[in-house]
Each structure stands twice: as structure tokens, then as C-alpha cells.
């Protein structure tokens, strides 16, 4: 069996790659080869999802395919995956009915048999306060309160494999969250913590708080923003579908921090 793998050289397509090797003929979709340092025994297809003719190419023989998620060419990806034979593909989109809701639409209307992930906030995203804690011991942000369950890539990429790896979950649509509910300031004082530091959640409201998040976030910051209120109102669930999945305990949030602490130092 023959699982394309698009998006290879960002992180969580990066990490599929690697959970899928040994157990299967590996073709990585990658625009940039070097920067993807992608293992031996991994067959590479340059290209990118703009460019038909590169498309393909990566999908001639291909069974299985994990969709890495690019709006703009959703529904040209999905029928060309169709029109060469792919039988089924695990996509990667995002909560029903918000911004990568066509994700999820372009690969149902291709009738290629689905599976979609749904994750939350990644726990990668706390990366938008390194810079901060870096520099200081204080990080500047909105909506200390907010409480949401954010989800190891780690995890999404594990998910992701095992279901391309098997055929019970066709038409499937998997809600994934972290194994735990917090807030921002908990997540700030949880990576104080491994740092040995104690940093202060300084919270900012009004035009302070909507000129950070569209400095950092550009037009997207304003929709971000809202979502936080949402949540410091009505805080994230965590759910089980990870565990379920995989057998094994969701990663927490300490041990994500634990792992990538040095992207904080």
C-alpha cells in the first residue's frame, strides 16, 4: 500500500511521515525537500497544491492519502486524488462549520471515503509567547481566563496514521482535543514552571488587546479574539477520542512543555 503524504514539510504532515514508516510505501508531497530532511526510504514528490502538473505526479499509484489542509486548492486536490484511484483520505480540518470547513466539504464532495480530524488549538501555538518569555518574565496577552483543551501535533500526526493504516473508520469525523481544560494563565504558569521561572500573566483589554492580536495574527486576529472571549465564557471540554484512538494517554501539556521547552529558553 502506497499513502501520499501532503503538507511533508510542515509539522504535523512531517510527523506523519514518520509514523507511518515500516508499515507502509511512504510518498511525501513536499514543496521544499531539504528543509522536510525526510528519512531513507521515504519516496519524494516535489510540488505544491498550485501546481496541477506536480499533483499528479505525487498521486499516480497512490491508495491512501492524509490531506494536508490548503483551501484554496481543496476541491481540485480532492477530485485529482479521485480521478487517480485514491481510495481513501484522512484529512486534516478543523472544528464543523468554522474557517476550514471546506476542507471538509471538498473532500466529501469528491466521494473518495473520508475520515476527518477535527482538532482544537494546537499546544504549539503557546510558541506565539516565546518571544515574550525570552525577553522577560512577563507575557503580555488577552483573555487570561479563556480555558480551552489544546491538543499535542504529536498526537493529530499518530491519529492520522493509524487511521490510514486502517479501514474501519471510513465516514468517520473524530473531534480531537488534549486530555485536559486550561487557561491561559495555567498554561503560562505551567511553562514557568519547567523554566524554573515565575512569569505574570499580564492581561490586556480593549484596543490593546485587538492591536496585539493583529500585530501577531494580521486579519485573522480579531476572529481569534473573539473565539477567546467564547472561551473564557464557555471553556473547551477535554475529550477521550485520543485516548480511544490510540490506546494510550493524550499527551498533557506539561509533558509537551517538557519536550519542547527549549523553544522557550
Not at 486548492?73 to 464543523?96: E, N, Q, S
Amino acid at each position: 500500500m502506497r499513502i501520499l503524504v501532503t503538507g511533508a514539510t510542515a509539522n504535523i504532515g512531517r510527523m506523519v511521515v514518520d509514523e507511518l514508516l515500516g508499515a507502509a510505501e511512504v510518498r511525501a508531497f513536499t514543496v521544499d525537500p531539504v528543509r522536510a530532511a525526510l528519512p531513507p526510504g521515504v519516496e519524494v514528490a516535489t510540488g505544491f497544491f498550485n501546481r496541477p502538473d506536480t499533483l499528479a505526479a505525487a498521486l499516480d499509484g497512490v491508495d491512501k492519502m492524509y490531506l494536508a489542509p490548503h483551501r484554496p486548492t481543496a476541491f481540485d486536490v480532492c477530485r485529482a486524488a479521485r480521478d487517480a484511484g485514491v481510495r481513501h483520505i484522512v484529512d486534516l480540518a478543523g472544528v464543523k462549520g468554522l474557517h476550514w470547513q471546506v476542507i471538509e466539504d471538498a473532500v466529501e464532495a469528491s466521494g473518495v471515503p473520508f475520515t476527518h480530524l477535527e482538532p482544537g488549538e494546537f499546544m504549539a501555538n503557546s510558541t506565539s509567547w516565546a518571544p515574550q518569555i525570552r525577553a522577560g518574565d512577563e507575557v503580555r496577552d488577552a483573555w487570561g481566563d479563556a480555558a480551552n483543551a489544546p491538543i499535542a501535533q504529536e498526537d493529530i500526526a499518530a491519529i492520522a496514521a493509524r487511521l490510514l493504516l486502517s479501514e474501519d473508520h471510513y465516514g468517520c469525523s473524530y473531534e480531537l482535543t488534549g486530555p485536559e481544560t486550561l487557561s491561559r494563565r495555567q498554561q503560562v504558569a505551567l511553562i514557568g514552571a519547567e523554566l524554573g521561572r515565575d512569569l505574570t500573566y499580564v492581561e490586556l483589554t480593549g484596543d490593546a488587546a485587538v492591536a496585539h492580536y493583529r500585530e501577531l495574527m494580521g486579519e485573522f486576529g480579531d476572529w481569534y479574539l473573539d473565539g477567546l472571549a467564547q472561551l473564557a465564557e464557555h471553556p473547551q471540554p477535554a475529550l477521550p477520542t485520543v485516548a480511544t484512538l490510540l490506546n494510550r494517554p493524550a499527551m498533557n501539556y506539561a509533558e509537551w512543555v517538557r519536550r519542547h521547552a527549549d523553544l522557550f529558553r
